[in-house]
């Protein structure tokens, strides 16, 4: 079982920034993708920024430019760095562990609400 564990969200205002961390359990070495995803009130989940073992970088349309997702392996933990907050930008974002073998593990989530 592979815990995850994030922290970093509140409340900003539309033009602020915010860093999420997301501490988890297993060597991110181990992992095949590690990332954050969003879900918005009545919405699907959707992915915001992810890292795969091949040292690939992915982001969401909306956030390139904008968000950096990054990783201190001695510390196990996976930070989203979101800059220039937008309105659209408010969900509970989610921290995802995805290994070789196996279903993907989430976090319980942390609420990011930016207001206009």
């Known amino acids: 079982q592979v815990q995850l564990v994030e922290s970093g969200g509140g409340l900003v205002q539309t033009g602020e920034s915010l860093r999420l961390s997301c501490a988890i359990s297993?060597?991110?070495?181990?992992?095949?993708?590690v990332g954050w995803y969003r879900q918005a009130p009545g919405k699907q989940r959707d992915l915001v920024a992810t890292?795969?073992?091949?040292?690939?970088?992915n982001y969401a349309d909306s956030v390139k430019g904008r968000f950096a997702i990054s990783k201190d392996y001695a510390k196990n933990t996976v930070y989203l760095q979101m800059n220039s907050l937008k309105p659209e930008d408010t969900a509970v974002y989610y921290c995802?562990?995805?290994?070789?073998?196996?279903?993907?593990?989430w976090g319980k989530g942390t609420l990011v609400t930016v207001s206009s």
């Open positions: 995802n562990y995805r290994p070789f073998d196996g279903v993907d593990y």
């Open positions: 297993r060597n991110i070495f181990s992992s095949r993708a």
């Open positions: 890292w795969t073992s091949s040292g690939s970088t």
